[in-house]
């Protein structure tokens, strides 16, 4: 079984190969039944629109936090903006 730990290992050797990519990819959000939030381990964020209508979206990051009950994966952005790195937060998140 991976542990969050494994996986910033893994998630920061792909960083090391290809950097855009990878910021790419954790940048697209994807709007989402609110009820994936609510039935499931993943968190979606919930957005009021300007027109008053609420909607939901997920990204990587919250799938993969969703994977390891938000052990405390995270990633830090450079100036540009660009994911310089993953950590986990938590030191009991293995």
Request: charged share 25%; proline share 3%; hydrophobic share 35%.
């Amino acid at each position: 079984m991976k542990t969050v730990r494994n996986a910033c290992i893994a998630l920061n050797k792909a960083l090391d190969v290809d950097s855009d990519a990878l910021t790419a990819l954790f940048s697209i959000r994807v709007a989402c039944k609110p009820e994936l939030g609510q039935k499931t381990p993943f968190k979606c964020k919930n957005r009021t629109l300007d027109n008053g209508h609420t909607s939901s979206d997920i990204s990587v990051l919250e799938l993969i936090q969703g994977l390891f009950e938000e052990k405390g994966l995270k990633y830090e952005l450079n100036a540009q903006r660009k994911i310089k790195s993953f950590t986990v937060d938590n030191p009991y998140g293995l």
